[in-house]
T-cell receptor, first 116, second 112 residues
């Protein structure tokens, strides 16, 4: 599989529970991004990793959200004490290129989270 | 803060028509602009990437142009087909950060 994989595809959870999503990027891509998309909106940036270093975080990423990329390969996004407003599609993307930003992004199929 | 706007929000055309989708952005200091396609409930598929030094890119029936100084891009789809029905998203990477800034998309319906 040469694409970006996300797991699970769907998650339904009760308010207040913790959830964790996983993203496996394209193996040779050193840059990994998390985005969140709600219905009728474009994706919103959450956080960015270059290798294992988390280089940028959006103000959207409250203290209930944490992301890791421990070995510079797969990444996890955890949401603690979920709220109904967290219901969204969580998208992971990766990008290659040893320098510069002029390499296209490859997105996964997303994890759809529903908080009830 | 970079703002990306896409017009129209929705478009319905009969099969075979040529069509243009518009994207504008407020900060012309960009590295690149990318067009994506998104099918309902799915992730994004990259269509075209235009570097800031380029004026256009073509792939099959798709042609994207970039006018960085005026903050505009267009996506031209020739001879539209029902399979082109999807939401088309425009996104820019600004000089000020690593993130893609997306518009809300144009929802396209091509009717047989």
């Amino acid at each position: 599989d040469t694409g970006v994989s996300q797991d699970p595809r769907h998650k339904i959870t009760k308010r207040g529970q913790n959830v964790t999503f996983r993203c496996d990027p394209i193996s040779e891509h050193n840059r990994l991004y998390w985005y969140r998309q709600t219905l009728g909106q474009g994706p919103e940036f959450l956080t960015y990793f270059q290798n294992e270093a988390q280089l940028e975080k959006s103000r959207l990423l409250s203290d209930r959200f944490s992301a890791e990329r421990p070995k510079g390969s797969f990444s996890t996004l955890e949401i603690q004490r979920t709220e109904q407003g967290d219901s969204a599609m969580y998208l992971c993307a990766s990008r290659g290129g040893s320098s510069g930003l002029n390499y296209g992004y490859t997105f996964g199929s997303g994890t759809r989270l529903t908080v009830v | 803060k970079q703002e990306v706007t896409q017009i129209p929000a929705a478009l319905s055309v009969p099969e075979g028509e040529n069509l243009v989708l518009n994207c504008s952005f407020t900060d012309s200091a960009i590295y690149n602009l990318q067009w994506f396609r998104q099918d309902p409930g799915k992730g994004l598929t990259s269509l075209l990437l235009i570097q800031s030094s380029q004026r256009e890119q073509t792939s099959g029936r798709l042609n994207a142009s970039l006018d960085k100084s005026s903050g505009r891009s267009t996506l031209y789809i020739a001879a539209s087909q029902p399979g082109d029905s999807a939401t088309y998203l425009c996104a820019v990477t600004s000089n000020s950060g690593y993130a893609l800034n997306f518009g809300k998309g144009t929802s396209l319906l091509v009717t047989p």
